[in-house]
């Protein structure tokens, strides 16, 4: 059974950048053909997909954030981390770390609350 656990600070300033971390268990990260994706919903919205780090370590970023996205990984911990930079209070939102397999989410994390304020 993979599991997905996101971790982080709850608060960020303005202009901050924001930093999740996702560690993986049950599953590597370096599995072929798993991508390993960060999605967010701002309060009273939808599901908004922010970016994705594949099984071989490429990425690919929402065009509408690929300027202040960065995701990561760290394989001898089994973990992936989103920074997102410049944050402004547009960018509050529960953040979720999920694992595509096929053409399904098929493993999410609880989710994490982030709020951007002074």
């Known amino acids: 059974q993979v599991q997905l656990q996101e971790s982080g600070p709850g608060l960020v300033k303005p202009s901050q950048t924001l930093s999740l971390t996702c560690t993986v268990s049950g599953g590597s990260i370096t599995t072929n053909y798993y991508y390993w994706s960060w999605i967010r919903q701002p309060p009273g919205k939808g599901l908004e997909w922010i970016g994705y780090i594949a099984y071989s370590g490429s990425t690919y970023y929402s065009p509408s954030l690929k300027s202040r996205t960065s995701i990561s990984r760290d394989t001898s911990k089994n973990q992936f981390t989103l920074q997102l930079s410049s944050v402004t209070p547009e960018d509050t939102a529960v953040y979720y770390c999920?694992?595509?397999?096929?053409?399904?989410?098929?493993?999410w994390g609880q989710g994490t609350q982030v709020t951007v304020s002074s």
């Open positions: 999920a694992r595509v397999g096929g053409p399904t989410y098929d493993y």
